[in-house]
């Protein structure tokens, strides 16, 4: 790569950012369309937010990645919010249009193109989604316009209950809650055609830990789990063991990565490059 001074800047903001593998994905990105562009990354703390936007704009950085802590907590510096990212709550994608920093949620887009790619056809399914943080947010506005009935269970009720009110009043659907525990996965799950989580469980370095025990997976349903690290978590593995079939998080990753790219660059990058990339990557090759 020759770095000069026409080189286009993008970075990704977080904190923890040592482990992102947006720079591997970007970087890859910008050398096989021959584009002169750099992807870093830069940990910033919360309190050091506004300033590290400051220096962003003034810099004529022309786009970024926002990862936890920021996807709220930015929306707030920025000119614009997309629609979508409005109803989510949260943007981990932000354009530098002629200097009006545009924010935007590609982890919906992600998902969907995921599922897409391993042939899901969402329309009449009954989804039940775990968590309620961000990643399930975005999950949720997504999805929820394609498929019949959605449960959503979480750890903290409220929290499910809000994603489900706030879903309800932006787009008019009806959407159950519950607490995620034991009697109600059992209750849930004997009629869900596909489960998502979107809970941290089961990431590393907690990678024994599972969010649904072995004996409630079936082979009528598939799994989705947006954890990535390791690409086969203890969930995917059981759910294919029951004979379920599985979507690894790796996919939804490399496709919210190319939507982002293509916001920037106007350019669909190469994404089975990156996604083999990636999975190269957290193989340890
Ligand atoms: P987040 O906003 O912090 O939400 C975390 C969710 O996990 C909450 O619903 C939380 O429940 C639940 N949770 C955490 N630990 C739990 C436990 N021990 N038992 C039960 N529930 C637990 O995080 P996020 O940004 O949504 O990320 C969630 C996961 O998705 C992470 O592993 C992240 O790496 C992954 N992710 C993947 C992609 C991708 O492209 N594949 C994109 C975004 C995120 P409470 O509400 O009760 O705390």
Not at 120 to 129: Q, T, Y
Request: hydrophobic share 45%; proline share 3%; glycine share 8%.
């Amino acid at each position: 790569m020759n770095i000069s001074s026409d080189t286009k800047v993008y970075v990704v903001i977080g904190d923890p950012i040592e482990h992102s593998l947006s720079p591997l994905m970007h970087n890859l990105a910008f050398q096989r369309l021959n584009l002169n562009s750099v992807y870093l990354a830069f940990k910033v703390k919360a309190q050091n937010l506004r300033e590290a936007i400051a220096g962003l704009r003034s810099l004529n950085v022309l786009g970024f990645n926002v990862t936890v802590p920021h996807k709220v907590s930015i929306m707030k510096y920025l000119d614009e919010v997309d629609m979508q990212a409005i109803e989510i709550g949260a943007v981990n994608t932000v354009v530098n249009q002629d200097e009006m920093l545009i924010g935007y949620n590609t982890d919906g887009i992600g998902a969907l193109a995921a599922l897409k790619e391993e042939g899901v056809a969402l329309k009449g399914l009954k989804v039940m989604l775990l968590g309620a943080g961000g990643a399930a947010k975005a999950i949720a506005f997504s999805i929820l316009p394609l498929i019949n009935h959605l449960v959503i269970l979480n750890r903290t009720e409220q929290k499910a209950k809000d994603l489900a009110l706030s879903l309800k009043e932006r787009l008019g659907s009806e959407v159950e809650w519950r607490k995620m525990e034991e009697a109600t996965l059992h209750e849930e799950l004997v009629d869900t055609d596909l489960l998502i989580n979107a809970t941290s469980i089961g990431m590393y370095p907690k990678i024994d830990e599972t969010p649904v025990n072995k004996i409630y997976l079936h082979q009528e349903m598939m799994v989705f789990d947006v954890v990535y690290n390791p690409l086969m978590t203890r969930l995917l593995k059981e759910a294919k063991e029951s004979g379920a079939n599985i979507v690894g998080g790796v996919k939804m990753l490399v496709y919210q990565g190319a939507s982002a790219f293509k916001l920037w660059t106007g350019k669909k990058p190469p994404i089975y490059e990156m996604c083999a990339a990636v999975e190269n990557y957290l193989r340890g090759n």
